[in-house]
């Protein structure tokens, strides 16, 4: 089928984001089209399947906007790619960001695949991003949203460039949430007030750990508590219900502040010790993507981040081959959790990332 470089197909959540992206593209003369992504199913406390109140939301928007609008369902994808890789990465004592997964697999994976079968050449969603080609490097770069506060550029950092020509990110130049809900006042008013979505989609309540334990029993088996020595500290409630550099929520008080250094699902232990046991001089991680070339050659200096919302931390990453780098830290940095995504700037740009593997 041949691709409409006019015609874009929006990512529409049922939120305002999007809703407003979808006008945007519009009024520019856009040709578009709207798409609702079904992910997973939704249950009353009897186990009966109910109704996902953001489709019936998505139609209206759709309707109001005087669009047509598609249901895509992906739940067996996304339930063979996001959640198995969350259920198993918590049983191996890490720390996923599904999130990132989903937007590499799904949001800008599979719902590429579905525009391009209504002939929609683009997708757009609501992410505070913005995407340029770069006709010097004939590359496609990421950088921040103008937005503060709003930095989903991080999410983007694993997409590869046959994915980065076809996406579209309308709101990334705005200043504010405050100005997007503004316009979707005026065009959209039944979703302007409409909160953020927050946590874990697909677990009710954003509750993970009661997710885990309702899905697989291995979640919530028992073990020991330990110090870095192998002494045995108390007893634990399932690894899944830690992360390391967690204090909080131990269950069991002990004489000093301890910390989660560690976790080892083989022996089904989580390791505690002091706060300045979580420090880290830097990390090793896997499956590395570069967005301004294909493989990084020696080193490179850096400003990461080790999760969304943190610090800038300038580092240096080099090269272990395969797709895998060392990043080693100006200064030693707190609670490192494998699993997780270290993302790579160069001020506003994001210019690759990795998944944390293991820290040094």
Not at 89 to 99: H, S
Not at 100 to 119: D, M, P, Q, S
Not at 147 to 172: F, V
Request: with cysteine.
């Amino acid at each position: 089928m041949k691709l409409d470089k006019n015609k874009v197909a929006v990512g529409l959540s049922g939120g305002v984001d999007s809703a407003v992206a979808a006008y945007l593209l519009k009024k520019k003369g856009y040709d578009v089209i709207g798409t609702t992504m079904i992910l997973y199913d939704k249950f009353d406390k009897q186990g009966n399947r109910i109704d996902l109140d953001f489709v019936e939301d998505a139609k209206r928007i759709a309707n109001k906007l005087d669009i047509p609008h598609y249901i895509i369902d992906l739940r067996d994808s996304f339930k063979n790619i996001v959640i198995k890789e969350f259920i198993d990465e918590y049983l191996r004592g890490r720390t996923p960001n599904p999130c990132v997964t989903c937007n590499r697999a799904i949001k800008y994976g599979k719902l590429i695949e579905a525009a391009h079968n209504l002939g929609a050449y683009y997708i757009a969603t609501g992410h505070y991003a913005r995407i340029y080609y770069d006709k010097k490097i004939k590359r496609y770069r990421i950088f921040r949203g103008v937005a503060e506060r709003k930095d989903q550029a991080y999410m983007l950092y694993s997409l590869k460039q046959e994915q980065l020509k076809h996406i579209l990110l309308p709101l990334g130049e705005y200043n504010s949430k405050k100005e997007i809900r503004e316009i979707a006042l005026s065009v959209v008013p039944n979703v302007a007030d409409k909160p953020d979505s927050i946590g874990v989609c697909f677990a009710p309540n954003g509750d993970h750990k009661k997710y885990l334990a309702s899905i697989t029993p291995k979640a919530i088996k028992r073990g020991n508590f330990v110090d870095k020595e192998g002494n045995i500290l108390g007893k634990h409630k399932g690894i899944v219900n830690y992360t390391i550099g967690q204090r909080r929520g131990l269950g069991i008080n002990f004489n000093r502040p301890m910390f989660v250094v560690d976790i080892n699902a083989e022996k089904n232990e989580v390791v505690l010790g002091n706060d300045e046991d979580t420090y880290s001089n830097g990390l090793i991680g896997t499956n590395a993507n570069f967005t301004i070339f294909d493989q990084l050659k020696g080193e490179l200096k850096v400003e990461a981040k080790v999760c969304q919302w943190g610090w800038f931390l300038p580092a240096t990453v080099t090269s272990l081959g395969e797709n895998k780098v060392k990043v080693m830290f100006e200064k030693k940095e707190r609670a490192i959790a494998p699993g997780q995504s270290v993302v790579f700037y160069d001020k506003d740009e994001v210019i690759g990332g990795a998944i944390i593997d293991s820290v040094l």
